[in-house]
């Protein structure tokens, strides 16, 4: 597999792209020293579309891991690896990848549970090597499903990975219920993922 895929989360809208050099999330004070504290940050709301008959769960999430953004880029664009640390996520395949490497067709199968049955969909996601990865949804079981992973260096040895997705299922489904799902989720996806960073070897 020539690049290596993304999370998604996932799991994770057409949202416009955000430029690299414009954080998607400016962390405050409090938020970062949560952070050197080893805690993960989660932040949700809900965000209503122009119709206002729907809302799409909107949810930010933080951690800082002690290791090199490299790292970091490496295992979560690594499909397999993905299986390990994303919850209920059972069959992530790169169904296409450009000629540069810098962008890729992601399938994604996630079993969210009793509230939501099994979900297929497929997304495409953008990369900046060690910097960030935008993803938005093409097709499968939601009407929105974007976001971007975005990484910084905090001193020379780690690095602060924050990430933010818009989400609505095409099937009913009250958003109070998906933000409180992600929220669950997420701080367990973000420690798993940096035991993972900090326990990796070194890349030559």
């Not at 004070?29 to 809302?55: F, I, K, M, P």
């Amino acid at each position: 597999m020539s690049r290596r895929w993304l999370l998604a989360v996932a799991v994770l809208a057409s949202a416009t792209q955000l430029a690299v050099a414009a954080p998607d999330w400016a962390l405050d004070a409090t938020q970062r020293a949560a952070l050197q504290r080893g805690e993960v940050v989660v932040v949700a709301n809900e965000s209503a579309d122009s119709s206002e008959a729907r809302r799409a769960a909107v949810v930010r999430a933080a951690v800082r891991i002690k290791a090199p953004a490299a790292r970091v880029f490496s295992e979560m664009t690594d499909c397999k690896a993905a299986l390990q640390y994303v919850p209920k996520m059972k069959r992530c395949v790169v169904l296409e990848t450009s000629a540069d490497g810098r962008s890729q067709v992601v399938e994604h199968e996630v079993d969210y549970g009793w509230f939501m049955p099994s979900v297929s969909y497929v997304f495409r996601a953008d990369y900046v090597p060690n910097r960030s990865i935008d993803f938005r949804h093409l097709r499968g079981d939601f009407r929105e499903n974007s976001g971007r992973w975005e990484l910084t260096s905090d001193g020379a040895e780690a690095t602060i990975l924050t990430y933010r997705v818009r989400m609505v299922p095409a099937f009913r489904v009250p958003q109070w219920l998906v933000r409180a799902s992600l929220k669950r989720e997420l701080p367990e996806l973000l420690r798993v993922l940096r035991s993972r960073c900090e326990l990796a070897e070194p890349t030559p």
